[in-house]
């Protein structure tokens, strides 16, 4: 069992930055995948990014690639996203997920993961 926490976001301006952070209980969070997801109003939830169990390998969905960063701190038993030259468009909620042994080619699926955190609203002005 995973419980996660997601915290850091809030209202920024075009143009800037946040670095949102999942925190989590539970002793499999080391050894488990992460993904952080997001929900924009009246769109599906979509896959933003994943790492894998120890941090050596990270995966993006091909138009975050370059503005976002996933990491993880096993010792904090944290995970993080950080945002740069954020668009309005990425206004949505930021959701971080957790499993274990998810098939990178499965990782952008909503159903591959078990846990979820219960969001973080993210809101970019214009």
């Known amino acids: 069992q995973v419980q996660l926490v997601e915290s850091g976001g809030g209202l920024v301006q075009a143009g800037g930055s946040l670095r949102l952070s999942c925190a989590a209980t539970?002793?499999?969070?080391?050894?488990?995948?992460m993904g952080w997801f997001r929900q924009a109003p009246g769109k599906e939830r979509e896959f933003v990014a994943a790492?894998?169990?120890?941090?050596?390998?990270?995966y993006y969905a091909e138009s975050k690639k370059g503005r976002f960063t996933i990491s993880r701190d096993n010792s904090k038993n944290t995970g993080y996203l950080q945002m740069n030259s954020l668009k309005p468009e990425d206004t949505a909620v930021y959701y971080c997920?957790?499993?274990?042994?998810?098939?990178?080619?499965?990782?952008?699926?909503?159903?591959?993961?078990?846990?979820w955190g219960q969001g973080t609203q993210v809101t970019v002005s214009s």
């Open positions: 790492i894998n169990w120890n941090g050596d390998n990270t």
């Open positions: 539970g002793r499999t969070f080391s050894t488990s995948g």
């Open positions: 997920a957790a499993d274990a042994n998810i098939p990178p080619r499965l990782m952008y699926r909503t159903s591959s993961w078990d846990y």
